[in-house]
């Protein structure tokens, strides 16, 4: 099942949308949260009839199960570029997460405006030479199947009980059977990589998430996604995971920032 | 008049709140983004009935005036630690801004959890050796009358048509009159120096903000804060400005990142 198919919406009229959380998009039975994001920020990208996620906020308020869910959008201002929609994914009589996002069009905007970037993409081997992230019963868990990543092998040994020592974990990534990324599967992408917990030595088996927002900054070209998930603070039961995103020809196409538990040990 | 009472609320019940934008927090005639969502977030955390605001996102959709507003607060989820809430800033009949907080304890949170901190302060001159920001009648704005701002020499010649060429705006805060920084006025402070566009050398007078997303880390301590706000990608019309704040006792107390606007040169 493509990512598309996976986060379809069928509108109910007056803002409402069903759809239905996939199997197999979990981690340890609970759907990833850049999924779920996503099958809201569908719904919410149909209410505001741009092409484009802009900037998405999402608060994880309940673990999402496979099943049917319904989202609630709100327009809460349809402007003359951008256009700014609330939402909340339910299932059932709960509420799984509440989100706030605003939509543009990409392909028009900035073409006059200046640029500056003091940044370069992070330093990656080609993906042959990096870690292919497979599934397995438990971990590495079956989300892991529906994606496609591959990590730079400094920031694999997690996986084999040799974490790096650094809060960072960087790799390739892309969609299943040449699916094209558009700026929704970029929200996808900012959640998709290990916690960068995992390569930092700390006595940490999982660090939910509460709260993620991405700033989309371009439609990525086609091929493999280069990306980047650092932390720098890890303090008072707190984490942030800041991700960066960058295309094939070595344009940034989105940042994220995540704050995350960080459950005592 | 004190940051508490220009951005007091008074709840009129059912999630509604009555506030006022006072005269004076503007720039160039609107209220300023962060005292805009600082009012907001007064009635969110009364709402919540939890003392720190943890992570709070705000878009903004319209400039805010002078006069009277409501805030409208719905509660969607009070956890056992954290407690969930939107917000919507509305004058007369204009939605000014569309917010999402989470609340919680940080005198409570995470004495057992593990810490790492992979970043030091900024490195400053003391306040007496920094250039002390004044309003004027047009510029400085008449915002910087109600906060204190030193900003870093190195960083401070756009003042005077020499801006130093890296976009970045590095300095001291504190409320007036020694009032207390609360959790709260650290989102005001997240939203107060001025744009790091300033220092970049390019055709802007201004970046207007789209979503600004603060995550409080811990309450700051007494005294001066110390804080930079930094600027790596200008592309596609958009920018991002990534905020620090730093109490006196060198730990972090915020981290914010907002998305803003370039206009077309």
């Known amino acids: ?158 996986s084999r009980g040799a974490p790096s020592g650094e809060p960072r974990v960087r790799g390739w990534f892309r969609l299943r059977e040449d699916e094209p990324v558009d700026t929704l599967a970029l929200v996808l992408a900012t959640d998709a990589f290990p916690p960068t917990a995992f390569n930092a030595r700390l006595p940490v088996a999982w660090t939910p998430t509460v709260e993620l927002t991405t700033h989309v900054r371009a439609r990525p070209a086609p091929d493999w996604l280069r990306c980047a998930f650092t932390t720098r603070f890890v303090t008072g039961g707190f984490l942030e995971e800041d991700g960066e995103i960058w295309d094939a020809t070595d344009r940034i196409v989105a940042q994220s920032r995540q704050l995350a538990l960080v459950p005592r040990g």
């Open 1 to 158: 099942m493509t990512f598309a198919a996976a986060t379809s919406v069928v509108s109910r009229g007056d803002g409402r949308y069903d759809a239905e959380i996939q199997s197999g998009w979990d981690i340890g039975g609970n759907a990833n949260g850049g999924y779920l994001l996503c099958i809201a920020l569908r719904a919410m990208r149909d209410a505001s009839a741009r092409p484009d996620v802009l900037t998405a906020t999402a608060h994880y308020l309940a673990p999402g199960k496979p099943g049917p869910v319904s989202v609630l959008t709100d327009v809460v201002k349809a402007g003359r570029t951008i256009t700014t929609v609330t939402g909340a994914l339910e299932a059932r009589d709960k509420r799984v997460l509440q989100t706030i996002a605003a939509f543009g069009d990409l392909a028009a905007s900035g073409s006059a405006a200046p640029e500056r970037v003091d940044a370069v993409p992070p330093d990656l081997p080609p993906p042959d030479e990096c870690m292919t992230v497979r599934p397995a019963e438990s971990f590495p868990p079956p989300f892991m199947g529906r994606i496609e990543l591959r990590l730079h092998p400094e920031d694999a040994g997690f």
